[in-house]
């Protein structure tokens, strides 16, 4: 048991600095957005390792977009907002998301990402992207039939309204402050390289204990030498 802690504790460390690392390539950046993402973590009571995972493939489908860094900020933490306002299970979250970014990637909203995956976990999500459209429901299905629902467009429009609907949320629950402590314990690991001083104490602990199973041997070897000498 002791060893799997340890494990899990290193392994936290490790998964931390490797999605992180997929943020940006500079320094400044990085450490900005860092900065955003452990504050959405903590505001919302949501998971800091799966936002940043999250975050990184959602900026990475921005890219394609030509879309503004605070765009991209601003669409996201509605995103997170809802999730947390509507109590979704990780699960959902990540369906959520990786539904946006699809949307993100191809360019365009399509009936499949907005109906299919968004909708089935978004409530209202049809009708908030109609009105961030300025049309009816009818027509938003005709843009989307004729290519014409750009996520460029759309996307920072549909984050206004989803906010507007999450205005009086409130994020309190179990969970966010089970979210809150692993939070906090990441950060610990993290900052204090808790892990990698285990990683060490493990090692040093294995080689004490190779060598005590090797005198052990070879005293049990000596002693049966002696016995069967004296015999």
Known sequence: VAEQTLKNVSKTTEVYNSKVGKLTVTTDRYKENLEFVRELAKKYGQDILTLTHEFAQFTSAARALDMSLDEQKKIYESLVRAAAAYHMSEDKTRDMMVAVT??????????????????????????????????????????????????????????????????????????????????????????????????KMVKVG??????????????????????????
């Not at 109906?115 to 299905?141: C, D, I, W, Y």
């Not at 750009?150 to 179990?174: G, I, Q, Y």
């Not at 199973?213 to 000498?229: C, G, H, L, W, Y």
């Open 102 to 199: 699809q949307m993100m990637s191809k360019g365009k909203i399509t009936a499949e990402e907005l109906r299919r995956q968004l909708g089935n976990h978004l409530p209202g999500a049809f009708v908030l992207m109609a009105q961030a459209a300025g049309v009816s429901t009818a027509k938003l299905e005709e843009m989307m039939k004729n290519g014409d629902a750009l996520a460029k467009d759309l996307l920072p429009k549909f984050a206004d309204k989803l906010n507007e609907v999450t205005k009086f949320a409130h994020f309190e629950s179990l969970q966010a402050s089970l979210n809150n402590f692993k939070n906090a314990w990441t950060d610990f690991t993290k900052a204090s390289n808790f892990g990698g001083f285990f990683e």
């Open 206 to 231: 294995t080689g004490a204990l190779s060598k005590l199973t090797e005198n052990f041997r070879q005293f049990k070897a000596d002693i049966i030498s002696i016995v069967v000498s004296a015999g």
